[in-house]
């Protein structure tokens, strides 16, 4: 049970019973992988609407918070063409990437994710611009490094999601933005050789 009731809300478009109901369904799933989850907030919207076409493609934001952590989030949306009233799979998606979160969050606490020295350091995903194919990692202890897409060693950077926990190389110089980070590998990809 939460602390405080999940928040459900809808943006640019008419709320539906169905998609409530899909969204209660994953939150309660969702305490599977958490034992305490404080509060969860759903926002479902219409990012853009195709003129003339009676498809309505969504987005989703799901915030999560937990205690001893930042709010987990994700995010996804619907492609225009994607688009076929259901929505269901961008709601499956979004919940998805929040569950992964979870796991790495619950595993990072039980002490089963070890970064062994010279194995670089962990951080959290605060904001990503795949359109400029950059983004920026928190850090104990430092300012937000910088990163580009081509910084990610293992995975792809289209699946990194804001909130993820990655391990990264801190680079010896900075970057156009400030300190940066030469590698970024998601927690659970093994590095692959070249």
């Known amino acids: 049970m939460m602390d405080v009731p999940l928040q ?11 998609l ?7 939150v309660a799933k969702l305490e599977r992988y958490h034992h305490h989850i404080v509060g969860c907030r759903v926002l479902v919207e219409v990012p853009h609407r195709a003129p003339a076409s009676g498809k309505v493609p ?15 989030v994700a995010k996804d949306q619907e492609e225009r063409h994607d688009s076929k009233n259901d929505h269901t799979t961008v709601v499956n998606r979004a919940f998805d990437k929040v569950q992964r979160q979870l796991e790495d ?6 002490g089963e994710v070890k970064v062994h020295e010279g194995a670089g350091t962990s951080g959290r995903v605060v904001r990503l611009f795949p359109e400029q194919n950059y983004g920026f990692i928190e850090v104990a202890g430092s300012a937000d490094l910088y990163f580009t897409r081509n910084a990610v060693v293992s995975g792809s950077y289209d699946d990194l999601s804001v909130g993820e926990t990655v391990v990264i190389t801190v680079a010896t110089s900075e970057g156009p933005m400030g300190p940066q980070a030469s590698s970024v590998r998601r927690i659970g990809q093994e590095a692959k050789v070249v």
């Open 8 to 18: 459900i809300a809808f943006k640019n478009l008419e709320s539906s019973a169905f």
């Open 20 to 26: 409530e109901a899909l969204i209660r369904e994953r």
């Open 58 to 72: 969504i987005g989703i934001s799901v915030e999560v918070e937990v205690p001893g952590s930042k709010s987990i």
């Open 105 to 110: 969050h619950n595993a990072i606490r039980r």
